[in-house]
């Protein structure tokens, strides 16, 4: 929850800085119009680990349109919250003997900048994104037992990249494999792109991958007079 005051008919809250993914809050800010908060973009956030978000959380956002504030103190406002970013899902089931997995890299599909709030089903990310790849690094070591699941996750800003960009590529037991191309050719926000790999003892087989919906997350606000 967060508590937003209100000034002069206009609403003042704590602001956040997401350069690098930080939740760094600063003093309060005050924005007067929807156009100055749908413009408002996510800087550098690169790629994050399952132990990033654990330190940090997720950037989320919501929207309500014609909400009626009344004289009431504490009036509060219940609303879903939608996650601003995509959560990349690498499934790995494993065939064979116990093995590694030492490195996971994904193609360039790294957006530099994403919106804050959803802009609608057309517009998936700003206009002149550039984008990257992505690696683990060189000491990431998952141990994936002999019959055994695994599943570890990543994310990132919504993209819209080219078709060919969208690849996934890994190292177990120092042998590398890949890259792989996936059959996407942009991924919205609040979704997640399941990847199936299965480990056998003489071949990897790559599941065909799948966007599924991330369930909503919610949330709370007290307007205070």
């Not at 800010?29 to 413009?39: D, H, I, M, P, R």
């Not at 996750?153 to 890994?170: E, R």
Request: net charge negative; aromatic share 10%.
């Amino acid at each position: 929850g967060a508590t937003i005051k209100k000034e002069q008919n206009q609403f003042v809250f704590p602001t956040a800085d997401f350069k690098s993914g930080e939740w760094v809050w600063s003093k309060d800010a005050t924005l007067t119009s929807s156009e100055e908060l749908s413009a408002l973009l996510i800087t550098g956030y690169g790629t994050k680990t399952e132990t990033d978000i654990e330190d940090k959380g997720l950037p989320m956002s919501f929207k309500k349109d014609d909400v009626v504030i009344t004289t009431e103190t504490n009036q509060s406002l219940e609303f879903g919250m939608k996650r601003a970013v995509v959560k990349l899902n690498a499934k790995f089931h494993n065939d064979g003997l116990e093995t590694t997995v030492n490195q996971i890299s994904f193609g360039n599909f790294q957006a530099g900048k994403g919106f804050l709030f959803e802009q609608g089903d057309d517009i998936i990310v700003p206009d002149c994104v550039t984008y990257s790849n992505y690696t683990t690094s060189d000491d990431y070591s998952l141990t994936i037992g002999a019959g055994e699941d695994k599943s570890v996750c990543f994310y990132q800003l919504p993209s819209a990249a080219d078709a060919g960009n969208y690849t996934i590529g890994f190292s177990h037991n120092n042998n590398p494999f890949g890259p792989a191309l996936l059959s996407q050719s942009s991924i919205k926000r609040n979704t997640q792109l399941d990847i199936m790999v299965t480990l056998k003892t003489d071949r990897i087989i790559f599941g065909v991958p799948k966007v599924n919906p991330w369930e909503t997350a919610t949330g709370g606000i007290i307007i205070v007079d």
